[in-house]
């Protein structure tokens, strides 16, 4: 089986260059197998990675141009596979990026705003239960930064005017958090909640199987609406 | 960082004669030259900033050191420094902020996504409800090898609502841990007086919270060595990976946080035979033993049931599916019987689970590869997956096209944890090295050991607290550039071989060899084989080591390299004290003494370096009186 790998070694290379190598196939292959058998027998490659199961987000990458998490990501046998650095981010090193650009913004929002610190009769108390169905699935955003990579809105306008999904998702984590005071509506309108198409390519595209990005998006609009916090246009 | 140009010499032009001036430096490194003029940010000591680290907190000096000198290395200085940010580093950074004391965290993944803290994963915590003495809690392992003194002052370093995680983790923002769907109502899995148990505790949130203190985090950060002089920890070293810099962090006290080293526990395609991260190599460990500290509890490691394929998640706790002893009715060997029926239950634990799969392997009955079946053919088995395994089974469908109901599913023991620590005093202070503190949540000589996600969070505290004791009463002594020098000749020396194996191969090898002397099922000649091939490696392969890339800039040879001197010391000291136990105790079965011999055993072992020879002991357990 063949397998192409973009390396790039920015104190030493003019440009990033493609490599290919022979790699001996078994059943459900992932790339991330494939790598470190390149790596491991062949000549070294330098990635990163530490779960093995889409919860760690270090692996993060593109297959044939798709971002994708090399842990969970099959290569294909006989077809091509093009193994080059998550779209977006600086590289530094082969097939390693910053991603901190994306990941420090969300682990600001991540934080939660409050008065005061919580007692345990508040975090014992029963909570609405469709708020804890809805906060549930968004536990689960390994911020890998694939969503992101692979959203239309984001490549054409840049994180700064939208932060992408897996931004959208923090900010929707900390709007239903039921401890949380801060304003999550606003947070939402000002990182370019309105200039996200809802196309659903980040739903696609993610393996946190159990996320809807979608009804979060619904979500925000539908308060940011009745906030009056919709631009006129929209 | 920014991806942007690394490698030419720093301002001051990295000075290769104050590099020669350092002293102390072995005649390979002083033929480094070239290596040297290729290493970035050569700064005497303004931290060489990337976006990667958290920069401008009034915690750390920064700088000290290294402008005297014109040293080609990164000096800061701090109170206190503690490695690893993950469970238990978390709290003990916490315990020093809320001191506010000066705080450099040295983490070596990128922060917030660094070893098994780093996976965002739905984790079970536990605590005791009601306000119960440590002799007779429920939440955590307190069996006849505890060190009785270190576990009473741990449990007692936090009082009630302390040790309560359920408050103390959504203090530091986790949500809202597991709810009843239909009425959210909290739901525990466990609510008994003696203990409470609840999912849905991701550590992220913690680590957010941590970010957001504004302590200084230097992360991508490899820990080689720790700073001794005069016989006191002064501090830590290492590498800067995305840069090549190397780094020295100063401190009055300083905590070691890392996680156990299981990296070394075998190898499928992409991890050993562990859940564990590739960070979790045991640097400081290996770093304390080879400065002459004991390490104990190395022939211990804790062990799960766990899927063995698709190969590319073999043992992987975040994707993999699994089983427990509350399956253990479904479990058959490879000619289809179902051992565990019949088994009085009452007996069944941790330990009486892994050594009965042991026992079926080591009495021929294990598949092709060394495991035991779980047979979810039947919607009772099914229904028996543990809560962490529930959302990996769409996972399955999904990217292997597996439908996990209705096989047999080949599974086989991979060790969560290893038992080996340093040596600690009942103020986790690390023997024989003052000013070096040690906290983690398995370990601690119990022949179970760990891990638990809470006694890693108190450790942390407790470990901090006790670190910033001693800091109070101590000052730091000026650098001593030849200790600095010694260790920055040791890893920068790796550039300067050639003709051996590439640090990859040696790895593979390290891994197998520690797996076979290790596993559950151990028998005397296979552990025997593993630890002649450790011998053989140190001997043959170690010495003439060889990186296959010459990049200062996130060179994973390089750190292949440094972390295969830690990982080896560590693998034999536990490959050494597994053979010197003779003795079934713990997660393991010996074939060739199926007994726990209380008469004999009944006493920890702990393991001594000596310029690479390393030797085991007996130990009397440290009961309150002793």
Not at chain 2, 537 to 553: A, C, N, Q
Request: proline share 4%; with cysteine; charged share 25%.
């Amino acid at each position: 089986m063949k397998v192409s790998v973009q390396k790039y070694d920015p104190s030493k290379d003019d440009a990033p260059y493609m490599r290919e190598f022979e790699v001996e196939y078994h059943d459900n292959m992932t790339v991330l197998e494939a790598l470190v058998q390149i790596n491991d027998n062949q000549e070294p490659l330098v990635f990163d990675y530490s779960c093995r199961g889409r919860t760690c987000g270090r692996c993060a990458m593109a297959l044939n141009g798709q971002a994708c998490l090399a842990c969970v990501t099959l290569v294909s046998e006989n077809g091509k596979n093009e193994v080059t650095p998550l779209p977006g981010f600086p590289i530094v090193r082969d097939l390693i990026v910053d991603k901190t650009k994306m990941t420090d913004r969300i682990a600001s929002i991540m934080v939660r705003q409050r008065a005061y610190p919580l007692e345990l009769e508040e975090v014992l108390a029963p909570v609405d239960a469709e708020t804890y169905k809805k906060i549930d699935p968004l536990e689960h955003c390994a911020r890998c930064g694939v969503c992101t990579a692979s959203c239309p809105v984001v490549a054409e306008i840049g994180m700064k005017n939208y932060i992408g999904p897996a931004g959208m998702i923090a900010i929707g984590l900390r709007y239903y958090d039921p401890y949380d005071q801060g304003d999550r509506i606003v947070e939402a309108v000002q990182n370019g909640m309105y200039n996200c198409t809802q196309c659903g390519t980040c739903d696609m595209v993610c393996k946190a199987l159990e996320i809807d990005h979608q009804s979060l998006y619904k979500d925000l609009r539908a308060a940011a609406q009745e906030r009056g916090l919709a631009p006129k246009e929209a | 960082m920014d991806g942007s140009k690394q490698g030419s010499a720093g301002k001051n032009g990295l000075s290769r004669r104050a590099f020669l001036e350092g002293g102390a430096l072995t005649a390979s490194v002083m033929a480094l030259g070239a290596g040297l003029a290729g290493m970035a940010g050569c700064s005497n000591g303004a931290s060489s900033s990337s976006g990667t680290t958290k920069e401008g907190t009034p915690s750390a000096e920064v700088g000290a050191g290294g402008s005297a000198t014109g040293t080609p290395y990164e000096v800061y200085e701090t109170d206190i420094c503690i490695i690893g940010g993950g469970l238990a580093g978390i709290q003990a950074a916490m315990e020093a902020f809320d001191q506010g004391k000066n705080v450099i965290i040295v983490e070596k993944g990128p922060h917030g996504f660094g070893g098994v803290a780093g996976y965002n994963w739905d984790q079970f915590i536990n605590f005791t409800r009601d306000d119960l003495p440590w002799d007779e809690s429920g939440d955590f392992v307190l069996n006849e090898l505890t060190n009785k003194k270190i576990a009473k002052a741990t449990y007692e370093g936090w009082n009630h609502e302390q040790r309560n995680l359920l408050l103390n983790n959504s203090r530091l923002d986790n949500d809202l841990y597991q709810r009843d769907p239909e009425t959210g109502e909290i739901q525990p899995l466990f609510d008994l007086p003696t203990l409470y148990g609840i999912y849905r505790g991701f550590p992220r949130h913690m680590l957010d919270k941590l970010g957001a203190t504004g302590l200084k985090i230097l992360d991508h950060t490899l820990a080689s060595d720790v700073v001794v002089q005069d016989g006191t920890c002064t501090g830590v070293m290492g590498i800067h990976i995305p840069t090549g810099t190397f780094r020295v962090i100063r401190a009055k006290s300083t905590v070691c946080c890392t996680g156990a080293s299981c990296w070394m526990y075998g190898w499928n395609t992409v991890a050993p035979m562990s859940i564990n991260s590739p960070d979790n190599t045991g640097d400081i460990d290996a770093a304390a033993f080879r400065h002459g500290c004991a390490l104990e509890g190395s022939e211990f490691f804790q062990n799960d049931l766990i899927n063995i394929e698709p190969k590319g998640i073999a043992a992987s706790f975040v994707s993999g599916i699994g089983a427990d002893s509350g399956c253990c009715e479904y479990i058959c060997d490879a000619e289809g019987n179902y051992f565990f029926k019949g088994m009085d239950y009452t007996t069944l634990n941790k330990i009486t689970f892994t050594q009965a799969i042991a026992k079926c392997i080591s009495e021929g009955h294990g598949t092709e590869n060394g495991g035991v079946y779980v047979d979810f053919s039947t919607p009772e088995a099914f229904a028996s997956i543990g809560e962490t395994y529930i959302r990996n089974i769409e996972l399955w469908k999904d990217v292997f096209g597996i439908d996990v109901e209705g096989i047999k599913l080949e599974c086989g023991l991979e060790a969560y944890e290893h038992g080996g620590n340093p040596v600690v005093d009942e103020t986790l202070m690390v023997e024989g090295l003052p000013g070096l503190f040690h906290a983690r949540g398995g370990g601690y000589c119990g022949s179970q050991g760990g891990s638990s996600v809470n006694v890693a969070a108190r450790n942390g505290a407790y470990a901090t607290k006790k670190a910033i004791e001693y800091a109070e009463g101590v000052s730091l002594p000026p650098l001593d550039n030849d200790v600095v020098m010694a260790e920055y000749g040791r890893v920068y020396g790796l550039f300067d071989r050639s003709g051996g194996k590439r640090p990859q191969e040696i790895r593979r090898a390290i891994q197998m060899a520690c797996y076979d002397a290790c596993q559950p099922d151990r028998e005397t000649s296979r552990m025997q084989a593993g630890i002649d091939e450790l011998a053989r490696i140190r001997k043959e392969d170690m010495p003439s080591m060889t990186l296959g890339d010459d990049s200062r800039v996130y060179n994973t040879d390089w750190k292949c390299a440094i972390e295969n001197y830690n990982l080896l010391d560590i693998a034999e000291a536990s490959a050494k004290a597994a053979l010197f136990r003779e003795e079934t105790r713990g997660h393991m079965f010996r074939s060739e003494f199926p007994e726990q011999d209380d008469e004999n055993w009944l006493c920890n072992v702990i393991e001594y370096y000596n310029d690479g020879d390393i030797t085991c002991e007996k130990k009397a357990v440290v009961e309150l009186d002793s």
